[in-house]
């Protein structure tokens, strides 16, 4: 079992998909020590690939909190998901905000975090 130090900062990379087969996310969090733990979910409802991406960002801040980490930098390849995110894009459409105010409740409990 990983046990995370006070300071340590983990990385977590995460990414959502969507098509006709299904939808799932990839999870792969990194400890400050390389420890690597990765976790593949499927989502059981049909989403849009954005609304895949929310999801993974979703999961990775659940798995960075069973893990015990305080301090976490979230990577993911969706420039929306990321920019709505940083508050640096608009978020118009109302499933989008609810994933909004979700991963925000979510990285509260966080010491410090970001998503690049």
Known sequence: MIQPGKEEVWRVFVDGASNISGCG???VLVSSLE???KLALKIESRVTNNEAQYEAVFAGLRA???VGASRVIIYSDSQLVTQQIKGAYEVKNEKM???LKLITSQASSFTD???E
């Open 25 to 27: 996310v990839g999870i």
């Open 35 to 37: 420890e690597k733990v």
């Open 64 to 66: 960075a909190r069973e």
């Open 97 to 99: 905000l609810k994933y």
């Open 113 to 115: 975090w970001s998503i």
